[in-house]
């Protein structure tokens, strides 16, 4: 039997009871209708429980996750997700483009920079810390220094702590063959798409219409796959985002975010309200701020000149301020200035995010990120390095610090031979034309929107 995932009430609803507690709403007298009627909770690390709910369990959930939309949130007026609203709350909201052209060699290093530190995070996506440094201990390979490896791993080790099922046969160090399809990278190969086609002035219609003519379902997860299942279903944006879709402050829109800043360099602010235009289709408030955050970071860091720490202090200012993703930016950026030993830094992350959060969701990921780019001060491999060995959505974290850190080395060749080398300048992807596509032609391609009228 055919089990489709990210989209049974069933498996939403322990997802919402968990994001009620989050965002602010008193979930407490509808979880307990749905345990006393024997609902099962939120599957941690899969998308669905193990079989199929009965009909009356499906109809309930599909209830209780239309009242849990309806509670008041204690936290609305401090998140909102309407553009007007959230600048409201950013007083410092950067206004104004810089003048230079970004240098398509920086745009290859961005590209190549994703793919980098995306594959080093897929082996071990969903692995527990304790399991990301065992295995990296033992292969002699901590701190993490190049690609994660099987040789010289014990199979005891091995066997507690499996590699990602899906990545190991094409993302470690023996197995790579250039760039495995994933989808860190297809959305901005998508948004490229959507740029060549509609131009910076596109609309979250545009977004919407792409994805129903290009997006494969079964390559989106989480957040996106209940837009693409609302899309069919005949919601219409925004409220594809809200409607049963507990993921929607998770990191999707984070991961789609570069494009948006790749193409407005020097011009932050353009480049968040372009990013919340894609992000809505699927999320709301700290998921929107997440990628308003990434893509801000990222066009501070296109026309060069800038060091990392002013690059995250112009993203902050697209996130409102007392906002939970803000405050874990604050607290974040705060650890890892003070604190010298990043393991201590990722501890302390992990203490004081991980109990609440699902390890997919946006406020302690981006955290993560925040925290590897400062304490690593913008240096390549020092920033995918820590960023995939600070767990969570490692392959999502290793690709958006990858990004920024290619982008601000300036050129391929300023990153390292044994990161770049195994890519082969290829990349695999199920979106449109670009299976195949090498990071130069990728370049090229981001350049001639980025310097569109």
């Not at 920033?383 to 969570?392: D, E, F, L, Q, T």
């Amino acid at each position: 039997m055919l089990r489709l995932t990210w989209v049974q009430p069933e498996d939403l609803l322990g997802h919402e009871l968990r994001q009620a507690r989050l965002d602010g709403r008193e979930p407490a007298a509808i979880e307990a209708r749905w345990r006393a009627a024997g609902g099962p909770d939120a599957p941690e690390r899969a998308g669905a429980s193990a079989d199929p709910a009965s009909r009356y369990l499906r109809l309930l959930a599909e209830d209780l996750l239309d009242e849990l939309a309806d509670l008041p949130s204690a936290l609305s007026d401090d998140e909102p997700t309407d553009l007007a609203r959230i600048r409201s709350l950013c007083p410092d909201w950067p206004t104004g483009r810089s003048a230079a052209a970004p240098d398509p060699r920086a745009l290859e290093a961005a590209w190549l920079g994703r793919a980098i530190g995306c594959l080093l995070g897929k082996p071990v996506e969903k692995l527990p810390l304790t399991g990301i440094r065992a295995l990296a201990r033992a292969a002699g390979n901590w701190p993490l220094a190049g690609y994660f490896t099987a040789r010289g791993v014990p199979a005891d080790l091995l066997a507690a702590h499996p590699w990602n099922r899906r990545s190991a046969a094409t993302s470690l160090a023996e197995n790579i063959d250039g760039m495995p399809e994933d989808d860190d990278l297809d959305y901005p190969l998508l948004n490229l798409l959507l740029l060549q086609r509609h131009g910076r002035d596109f609309t979250t219609d545009d977004v919407a219409r792409l994805w129903l003519e290009e997006l494969p379902p079964g390559r989106t997860f989480t957040a996106e796959r209940v837009a693409h299942r609302n899309l069919l279903a005949g919601v219409e944006p925004p409220h594809t985002a809200r409607h049963r879709n507990p993921f929607r402050e998770w990191i999707g829109a984070l991961i789609r975010a570069d494009m948006h800043g790749w193409s407005n360099p020097g011009d932050p602010g353009a480049a968040a309200a372009q990013a919340y235009r894609d992000a809505v289709l699927s999320h709301t408030a700290n998921g929107v701020y997440a990628a308003m955050f990434t893509a801000a970071v990222i066009a501070a860091a296109a026309t060069g000149g800038h060091d990392v720490h002013a690059c995250l202090r112009t993203g902050r200012t697209v996130v409102p301020a007392r906002s939970r993703l803000g405050t874990a930016i604050d607290h974040a950026v705060r650890l890892a200035t003070a604190t010298r030993d990043f393991d201590e830094v990722v501890d302390a992350l992990h203490a004081r995010y991980g109990p609440g959060h699902h390890w997919v969701h946006a406020i302690p990921n981006t955290a993560l990120i925040a925290a590897a780019l400062t304490h690593a001060d913008g240096d390549f491999t020092g920033s995918i390095s820590r960023a995939v060995a600070g767990g969570w959505d490692t392959d999502s974290c290793g690709a958006t610090a990858g990004s920024v850190a290619g982008l601000l080395a300036g050129s391929p060749g300023a990153l390292p031979d044994r990161w770049r080398a195994p890519l082969k300048n290829r990349l695999a992807s199920t979106v449109a034309d670009f299976d195949g596509t090498g990071f130069d032609t990728l370049a090229h391609l981001t350049h001639l929107e980025a310097t569109r009228p």
